[in-house]
């Protein structure tokens, strides 16, 4: 009896040892699967992750490329504008710029133009008042020259006719003498003949050259 309660002990034994390494083993065995899939299922969930991680940071990157795109490109309108401003107020600049300077020059022309046509009005006035005087001055000239020959000619005839008018006077002074001293000598040649002869012979040849 002993012999089989000893028999049972160790069967049950060997039974319990058995089942305890079996049960050990499937312990293991399904603590390994479990970590195989824990490290299955880690991996895939990594992996998920991971690949979540690069799918979401490709498409951060694409709406960051995007908005940096937009960015840029509201930079470069801006630029555009800000550039299309300058150069539409440097144009707007340029153009008042040379409107002033057209404006300026025509100004200048203009009072240069007035300036030369007042000197040269002047200058027509001053020559034509020159000329005026000139042929003034020539007239007035011509004017005493002809009264000096005037006068001259006036002096001569004058001087002539007073001239002629002393020697008529004279020639009728003589003469009335020259018969006064022919009757004298007329009457008195009987008494002095010689001597009334060469004086009414003298008389005669003075009165003869005074003519």
Known sequence: ?????YIYYIILYYIIYILYYIILYYIIYYIYIYIILYYIILYYIILYYIILYYIIL????????????????????ILYYIIL??????????????????????IILYYIIYILYYIILYYIILYIYIFIYYIILYYIILYYIILYYIYIILYYIILYYIIYIIYIILYYIILYYYIILRIITFHVKKYAPASFCSLSFALSGLFTLGL
């Not at 009896?1 to 309660?5: E, K, T």
């Not at 490709?58 to 470069?76: C, E, F, G, S």
């Open 1 to 5: 009896m002993c012999y089989i309660i």
């Open 85 to 106: 401003y300058y150069i539409i107020l440097y144009y707007i600049i340029l153009y008042y710029i040379i409107l002033y300077y057209i404006i300026l020059y025509y």
């Open 58 to 77: 490709y498409y951060i990157n694409i709406y960051i490329y995007i908005i940096l795109y937009y960015i840029i490109l509201i930079y470069y309108i």
